[in-house]
Structure formats: structure tokens, C-alpha cells
């Protein structure tokens, strides 16, 4: 259940949720204060009520010794909704108003003389309407008298019942109201925080100079905006120190490494020699994979275009890859395929590509080159161990070396598919890592025949 609870939370936003607590915030708060005030002000009608209905029992009181008087107290007005009755000692009905002639007393109340008690109840004799009765006890010279006085609590129940109708409408309206502007009103606050994340969708390591929006407010916003930019500034300081040293150590080493193969050259032949040159030539590789990732990260991959015919160069990647590793089958189905691109950087992918599956295949590699739908389509498969789906993005980060099959033992620096990669988007297509049917890896190339 509370996991449930807390999905739904994350689905529905921080301007909802903010409107959603608002309104309910407001319904509690507006049910409690509609509630206090309908039983505050029912209890101070109520309470006019009695000082209403005790005024009139000590008018009748005063009266009882003079009949004129008493018959004159004792009739209503024409708006006034009260009922009065005298009652003997013996409980007997002495005096009534007209509305009570015949009737039984109204009450069951007889208070001691000076006293005044009191009760509601209905009154079947009023059309069953509700009264508030005062009971006062009096004496007299001919004995102790009981004067009620009830008085209709129909105007106090139909406000009341217009009160709470007006808050049954109302209340609704105004939590409807309320979550309304909340939700207007957090997302205009939250606008700057849209444009930021809006920004901070566009920022890669190739544009690390751009900076978030600060909005003009001085407040938690704009503040978060600076911290953003803050860290941003030390992100691309980072980043640009390092590049610099990727390009400054690439340039350095070639020069050394530069008298270590004309030193091997001049030492002659021999099993060291042969492994010397061997890791010379990965040195060499390694090198220049730094040099053009430095250089597209400063200024992006600069391309020469022109018309490539690509089974040409996947039959000379075939002939390459089948004559360094006699050991695989290597097989290549192609149709004749044309774009513009750099033929240079375009090679330089399919070697690298054909490299990775040479490393890891069993016995075999297929490389296929077809076209269709305006898109050119390489595909490079091998029968190796294949590339877990859970690593398939992974493989395309520089320097990442899959642990037990993809090793330092195997020759691979980490650095041949994310090149290949940058070349492919920067020619506009794609390149990603499937499931060969033999089972190993397989390494699909898209590229615009137009662009």
C-alpha cells in the first residue's frame, strides 16, 4: 500500500500534489470554521431566545394580579411566535394563549418559586414545531404559580439550515478555487525551474560553456540557478583540464615512442623483439584513439566529404582482417552501397568494428552491407561470448572493458567503439549492440545514404 501511495506521488508532480494538499488543507480547515460557526451562532440565537422567552415569563408574572394586564401580555403580536401558559398549584392550566386553549401544559417543568428552568421540545398543538420553553415559578397571594413561555425555534432552524446549504455550496467552491490558483500559481513559480531543466537537457560534454537560465527573483530559485552554474564551472574546468592533458600527453609520447620502434627496428628479429613491436603498435593505436577523442571533444569531429562506395571498404577491411587472423572464417555480404562521408573516418570505423568481433570470435565473423529505406546498414557479427543486454550501451563508454571477456588480455583499450560511435552520429546514423544469431555480438551500422 505504501508503495503504491508513493508511485502515485511521483506521478502526479509537484504542482499537483501542491494543489492537492492546499485543497485539502482549506476543505479541513473550512469544514471545522463552518462547523464552529453554525454551533456559535445557533447557540447565540439560542441564548436570545431564552433572555427573549425569560423577559416575557416575568412580564406574565408581574401580571397575574391584574387580568387586563394579564390578557394583554399574555396574546401574541402578529409576528411574534410565542405561546404562554399559567398553571395552578395543582398543575392545572389558569391562563393560555389563544393558540393553547384546551390545551394539556407544555412542560413538565415546575420550578420553586424565583426559579427558572428550562427545555425544548416539540409541541404537537404548534404543527409539531420546535420550542424553547422557560419555565418560572411565582408566588402569589393565592398560591404558587408556574408561568411557561415557549417560544418558536423555527427562524433559528431555517438559518441554520441556510447556513449549512450556503456552506455546502460554497465550501466545494472554494477548495475547487483554492487548489486551482495553488496549481496556477506553483506553476508559474516553478517556470524558472522548467527552463533550467530545459537547459540542462542540452549540456553534454560537448558544450559544457553553456549555463543554466537565473531568473530575476532573488529567492530559492535563483539561487539553486547560481549553484547549478557554479558547479557547471567547475565541471568544464575539470573537463578542459583534462582534455589538455589527454592532447599534451598524446603529443608528448609520440616522439619517445618514435625511438623505441626505430630502436626495435635497428635490434633485428626475435620473440622479445616481435612482442616489443606488438605492444609498440597498440602504444601507436592508443595514441592516436586519444588524440582524435581530444580533438572531438574540442571542436567536434571535422569531416571531409565526399563519395564513398562502403563494399568497397568493407572488402578491404575482409581481405585486412582475413589475412592478420587465418585462424577465422571470415565472410562478407555485400550490395552495392554509395554516400557522401569521410571515407578516412568511415574505414576507420569499420576496422575498428571488425577488430572488436575478430577479438572475440570463436571461429567465425559475417559482415553484411545492404541498403534500403534510404538508409545504408552494416551489420558485423561474430560467434563469441556476446555482450550481456545489461552492458550493450555500456560498451560504447570510453574505456569500458567488460571484465572476464573483454580484458586487457584481448588487445582492446576501450576506446574503439566510442570512437566508431562519435564518427557514425557525426555522419548522422547510429550504432548499437545486438544478439548475432550464432549467439555472440552483433554490431549494427545505420547511415543516410542523403545528408
Do not use: W
Not at 513559480?189 to 530545459?198: F, G
Not at 540542462?200 to 527573483?217: D, K, W
Amino acid at each position: 500500500m505504501r508503495r503504491y501511495a508513493e508511485r502515485i506521488r511521483q506521478r502526479l508532480g509537484v504542482r499537483m500534489r501542491s494543489a492537492l494538499a492546499a485543497s485539502a488543507v482549506v476543505a479541513v480547515a473550512s469544514v471545522l470554521t463552518g462547523v464552529a460557526f453554525v454551533l456559535a451562532a445557533r447557540f447565540f440565537l439560542t441564548g436570545n431566545v431564552d433572555q427573549s422567552a425569560g423577559d416575557r415569563a416575568a412580564q406574565v408574572a408581574d401580571a397575574l394580579d391584574d387580568e387586563e394586564a394579564l390578557a394583554a401580555v399574555i396574546q401574541p403580536s402578529l409576528r411574534d411566535r410565542t405561546v404562554v401558559q399559567v398553571l395552578g398549584t395543582d398543575g392545572r392550566v389558569l391562563r393560555s394563549s389563544a393558540l393553547l386553549n384546551g390545551a394539556q401544559p407544555i412542560s413538565a417543568l415546575r420550578p420553586a418559586a424565583g426559579e427558572i428552568q428550562r427545555e425544548q421540545r416539540r409541541l404537537a398543538v404548534a404543527h409539531d414545531d420546535t420550542f424553547r420553553i422557560t419555565a418560572l415559578g411565582v408566588a402569589t397571594a393565592v398560591g404558587p404559580r408556574t408561568v411557561l413561555v415557549g417560544q418558536s425555534l423555527d427562524e433559528i432552524n431555517d438559518g441554520t439550515e441556510a447556513a449549512v446549504g450556503a456552506l455546502a455550496i460554497g465550501l466545494p467552491l472554494l477548495t475547487v478555487t483554492v487548489g486551482v490558483a495553488t496549481f496556477l500559481f506553483v506553476g508559474r513559480s516553478l517556470r524558472p525551474v522548467d527552463a533550467m531543466r530545459r537547459q540542462a537537457e542540452t549540456i553534454t560534454g560537448r558544450n559544457l560553456h553553456t549555463r543554466l537560465p537565473v531568473p530575476p527573483s532573488a529567492d530559492e530559485i535563483a539561487a539553486l540557478a547560481v549553484t547549478m552554474n557554479g558547479m557547471l564551472d567547475r565541471i568544464e574546468a575539470a573537463n578542459e583540464a583534462q582534455r589538455r592533458f589527454v592532447a599534451d600527453a598524446s603529443h608528448e609520447l609520440r616522439s619517445p615512442l618514435s625511438t623505441v620502434v626505430a630502436g626495435l627496428d635497428l635490434v633485428g628479429d626475435g620473440p622479445h623483439v616481435d612482442r616489443m613491436r606488438r605492444e609498440s603498435d597498440r602504444m601507436a593505436r592508443l595514441i592516436a584513439d586519444l588524440l582524435l577523442l581530444a580533438r572531438v571533444d574540442e571542436n567536434g569531429l571535422q569531416l571531409r566529404r565526399s563519395d564513398v562506395d562502403l563494399d568497397d571498404l568493407v572488402y578491404l577491411e575482409r581481405e585486412r582482417l582475413a589475412a592478420e587472423h587465418a585462424g577465422l572464417k571470415v565472410t562478407a555480404r555485400t550490395a552495392p552501397v554509395r554516400l557522401s562521408g569521410d571515407p578516412h573516418h568511415l574505414q576507420r570505423v569499420l576496422r575498428n568494428l571488425v577488430d572488436n568481433a575478430a577479438r572475440y570470435a570463436r571461429h567465425s565473423v559475417e559482415v553484411t552491407l545492404e541498403a534500403h529505406d534510404g538508409t545504408a546498414e552494416i551489420t558485423v557479427a561474430d560467434d563469441g561470448p556476446g555482450i550481456d543486454p545489461a552492458h550493450r550501451d555500456r560498451v560504447f563508454d570510453r574505456f569500458v572493458r567488460l571484465d572476464e571477456d573483454r580484458s586487457r588480455a584481448g588487445g582492446g583499450t576501450g576506446l574503439g567503439l566510442p570512437i566508431a560511435r562519435d564518427i557514425v552520429t557525426a555522419h548522422g546514423g547510429s550504432l548499437t549492440a545486438e544478439e548475432a544469431p550464432a549467439g555472440g555480438a552483433l554490431l549494427r551500422l545505420c547511415l543516410p545514404l542523403t545528408r
